[in-house]
């Protein structure tokens, strides 16, 4: 009987976790929620920094502007923070070579994002991958419902 009052409980205790009003950001222009499970949970996310937004949500940089930045971080919560966090990206844009980016950190990675072969107008799809939890928690999957499937930033140099 103990153990039934016990798995009640957890289960409780659960259900009350999920069910609860929690803090968490959809998908933007410049924000990925890599959230674990449900939005807001476990709120790791990806940022884009650098890109102005503009119309549509379509983003821009400046003609000279060479590079964007990228941060992958864990959440805010006590102990999770401090978590391994991995991060890459891939540049593509046509008639250029790709470039490719990767770091790894604990609470939080930075990357330096290479927008080369400048001319004007030029488009740059910045694909990510992100591991959280120190590798337990990959980022897009099947587990983070606003990212289950691969969502490139798409960046334009301004005329």
């Known amino acids: 009987m103990r153990r039934v009052r016990i798995l009640a409980g957890v289960a409780t205790l659960v259900v009350g976790l999920i069910g609860a009003p929690v803090a968490g950001a959809a ?3 410049t924000f990925r929620d890599c959230s674990l499970f449900v939005p807001g949970f476990d709120p790791d996310f990806v940022e884009l920094s650098g890109a ?3 119309a ?7 003609p000279g502007q ?13 102990g999770d923070s401090s978590g391994h966090v991995t991060l890459s990206a891939a540049v593509t844009s046509p008639r250029a070579p ?3 980016v990767a770091g790894a950190g604990v609470g939080k990675v930075l990357l330096t994002v290479p927008l080369v072969h400048g001319g004007l107008g030029r488009s ?8 959280f939890d120190n590798g337990n928690h ?16 798409v960046v334009t140099r301004a005329h």
Do not use: K, M
């Not at 549509?56 to 400046?62: A, K």
């Not at 590079?67 to 006590?78: G, I, R, T």
């Not at 740059?124 to 591991?131: K, N």
């Not at 990959?138 to 930033?153: D, G, L, R």
């Open 138 to 153: 990959a980022c897009p999957s099947a587990f983070t419902p606003e990212n289950t499937a691969p969502n490139p930033f």
């Open 66 to 78: 060479r590079h964007v930045q990228l941060e992958a971080s864990e959440s805010s919560d006590p």
């Open 98 to 100: 790709t470039q490719t």
């Open 124 to 131: 740059y799809t910045i694909s990510w991958s992100a591991t």
């Open 52 to 54: 102005a937004v503009g």
């Open 27 to 29: 998908n933007s222009p």
């Open 56 to 62: 549509g949500g379509s983003l821009t940089v400046p």
